[in-house]
Every structure is written in C-alpha cells, then in structure tokens.
Nanobody
Framework: QVHLMESGGGLVQAGGSLRLSCAASGVMAKPNVLGWYRQSPGTLRDLVAIFTDKDSTAYGDSVKGRFTISKDDASNTVWLEMSSLRPDDAGTYYC???????????WGQGSQVTVSS
C-alpha cells in the first residue's frame, strides 16, 4: 500500500505564494501518476498539476504559469509551488497517487488553502 502525507497549507493573501508538500510512503510501482487535485465546496475535485505516467507534467488551465509541480523520486516527495494566488485558488488540495500495475489509487488527507482578497 501507499500512504500520502501532505503539509504546507494555510492562509495567504491574494498575490502571495504558498508551497505544498506530499510525502509518499510504501511501495510505489511504476508507471504511476503523482500530483495534486483541488476541491472547493460544492465542486468536483479538479486537476491542479500532476506528473503523468510518462513523467511529463500536466496542469489545470487556471493554474498554468502560476503553479509549478516538482518531485524528488529518491524521497518520494512531490511539491506544489503556488504563486500569484487568487481567491478562486482556495480549497482543499489533495495529493494523488495511482499506479497501473496494481490499479491502485490513493488520496492524501487534504490540505486547506485559504486566499484572502
């Protein structure tokens, strides 16, 4: 199994920056996807940024140019650098892992991000 532990959420003013971290533990298989989704009240969980199974990156349209995803395979950690934050970036950010050999999908516990205007 894989367990995801997130950290780094909080309150930030609009225009500010914040970094989220997600540390994965357990046996990770490849190919896999690892990244971030966001959910706001009353909405579905939407893609923010992710490393694909081919190790390329993909971003949600609303965050392109403002957010950057990075990872360290040695420590199984993925980060989300968020800049120029807007009130509509607020929500609960979930780390997500999926591998295709075991058809295993795992969500982190969620990290709250609040952006004040």
């Amino acid at each position: 199994q894989v367990h995801l532990m997130e950290s780094g959420g909080g309150l930030v003013q609009a225009g500010g920056s914040l970094r989220l971290s997600c540390a994965a533990s357990g046996v990770m298989a490849k190919p896999n996807v690892l990244g971030w989704y966001r959910q706001s009240p009353g909405t579905l969980r939407d893609l923010v940024a992710i490393f694909t199974d081919k190790d390329s990156t993909a971003y949600g349209d609303s965050v392109k140019g403002r957010f950057t995803i990075s990872k360290d395979d040695a420590s199984n950690t993925v980060w989300l650098e968020m800049s120029s934050l807007r009130p509509d970036d607020a929500g609960t950010y979930y780390c997500y892992y999926r591998d295709f050999i075991r058809n295993l999908g795992v969500w982190g516990q969620g990290s709250q991000v609040t952006v004040s205007s």
